[in-house]
């Protein structure tokens, strides 16, 4: 079974690699002693670029995981879709988490 990311990988794979250079750029800002508020700003951008991969793959998640997941339960009279519902509210308080 393919994974609901699985159309946008390429897409997910490149915002990671921005988001892995950000990270890098933060690294050299505390080497060089970078003023303390403006490493903070450029982590609130990498947290917050993060969370756009976040609820991106929470929609891919949802979009194809899930529908199938309830699709097969209205088919078989199974419990795969509640079982995926809750694996979702898991993941979003996971994300919401600070």
């Not at 756009?52 to 879709?81: K, N, W």
């Amino acid at each position: 079974m393919a994974h609901g990311y699985a159309p946008t990988k390429d897409d997910v794979l490149l915002r990671l690699r921005r988001i892995e250079g950000q990270v890098r750029g933060l690294q050299r800002l505390v080497d060089e002693d970078t003023y303390c508020i403006d490493v903070l700003t450029q982590i609130s951008s990498v947290t917050k670029a993060l969370q756009g991969v976040g609820v991106g793959l929470l929609d891919d998640h949802i979009s194809h995981c899930v529908r199938e997941a309830v699709q097969q339960d209205e088919a078989t009279d199974r419990s795969a879709g509640d079982e995926k519902i809750e694996e979702v509210v898991t993941a979003i308080r996971r994300l919401l988490r600070t």
